[in-house]
């Protein structure tokens, strides 16, 4: 395993680093956008009128693995309908902070980011692939979960070449954007979310368990992450997870501002109160003890930005389990934070927040519309500012 991953440091995704290298060189890089842009706002377009490289890309990139499992992908994406608002807690609150544990791998992060505008625009368009992947037809022919997994491949190859370009960049450090780094951040997507669901208050069934984690493998597979890093089971998943997270797990001070600026964010994002200091406190409680303190992470606050706002809700009742509570207090964050996502406008051309309208009446998330009548604001005035 130790060789594999050495080995997989210094590889990184030719298809799509071919394309990029491509529209470099021909000077093409701003009509990519459009297109890219296009696409991500419309979902789909005759792939003819695509110039190339793009159109090639798009074809090559989108198709499903010979393994991929259609009943597997259905159970997955249901599981994701079930319990979206936690599935989300735990996006924020165990995968990312995950991904800047790893001392290696954050730095292209750091190099390519704003800090706070950056980062808050990472959590809105991070959980817009989750949506999209998992919603209903995400991974149908043309579904927006498709399209967003090309987008994010494509992307990653940009990064590589400008990283590279910018003399920035520690050889020592591997590749940037590399095969073991993009598995590793895929597992946090499927491992670590799972696990981070357990503690949430959602135990899947091992069924329900190999569906998300499949579902994920083959978003996987269209992001251009090696087979080799894509094992077949959950278990073999889990192995692999815990061998990457051993292996680049450190404390670095890219991490920790990393993680200092998703906890502001996130409270930005979940304003008011209620929820004031549960952002640090279920990182804390997600990734752990000894991960958090690589991360700087606060010292837990339990009791007061667990109880204190099921007390001001008129939810703390006599003989209520503590796993019970914890659980509503989360689906409750998780459902107001996907509201934020929503009523959060992602600037300049930028498509907003897409949710599909099953889950969003399933999960009880109030609109954009819904949130200006209770406020008493015009609606036209609202999406202008």
Not at 263 to 277: A, M, S, T, W, Y
Not at 299 to 309: E, G, L, Q, R, T
């Amino acid at each position: 395993m130790s060789q594999l991953l050495d080995a997989m440091r210094a590889e990184v995704d030719p298809l799509a680093d071919e394309v990029i290298q491509e529209l470099f060189a021909r000077g093409q890089v701003g009509s990519a956008n459009v297109w890219m842009s296009y696409l991500m706002t419309h979902g789909s377009a005759e792939l003819e009128r695509v110039p190339e490289p793009l159109r090639g890309y798009f074809e090559r990139s989108g198709r499903l693995p010979a393994w991929v499992d259609r009943e597997l992908l259905s159970e997955g994406q249901a599981l994701f309908h079930r319990c979206g608002p936690l599935a989300v807690v735990a996006l924020v609150g165990a995968a990312l902070p995950t991904c800047y544990a790893g001392a290696q791998g954050v730095q292209v992060l750091h190099l390519t980011s704003r800090m706070e505008t950056d980062i808050t625009r990472r959590i809105v368009e991070t959980a817009q692939m989750v949506v999209d992947v998992m919603g209903p037809r995400g991974l149908e022919e043309d579904g927006w979960g498709i399209r967003d997994a090309q987008r994010v491949r494509l992307m990653h190859a940009a990064v590589r070449h400008l990283v590279r370009r910018s003399g920035r960049w520690n050889p020592a450090w591997g590749e940037p954007v590399n095969q073991e780094d993009m598995a590793g951040t895929l597992l946090t997507f499927s491992v670590v979310t799972l696990r981070a669901l357990g503690k949430l208050g959602y135990t899947p069934s091992e069924r329900e368990a190999q569906a998300y984690y499949h579902t994920w493998r083959v978003v996987g597979f269209l992001m251009g992450v090696d087979e080799r890093l894509l094992p077949a089971s959950l278990e073999e998943g889990e192995r692999l997870a815990d061998a990457i997270f051993g292996r680049v797990f450190a404390p670095s001070v890219q991490g920790r501002e990393m993680t200092r600026v998703l906890i502001e964010r996130l409270d930005h994002l979940v304003p008011g109160q209620v929820f004031e200091g549960l952002a640090a406190t279920l990182i804390r409680y997600l990734v752990g003890d000894e991960t958090a303190d690589l991360l700087a992470v606060p010292p837990s606050d339990w009791s007061h930005s667990v109880m204190k706002p099921l007390w001001l809700l008129g939810w703390l009742v006599e003989g209520s389990e503590h796993s019970e509570l914890t659980a509503r207090m989360c689906e409750l964050f998780g459902r107001t934070l996907v509201e934020g996502l929503v009523w959060m406008g992602r600037g300049g051309s930028r498509p907003p927040f897409r949710i599909p309208d099953v889950l969003q009446e399933s999960w009880r998330v109030r609109g954009p519309e819904e949130r200006a009548r209770m406020r008493g604001e015009p609606l036209l005035e609202r999406s202008s500012a």
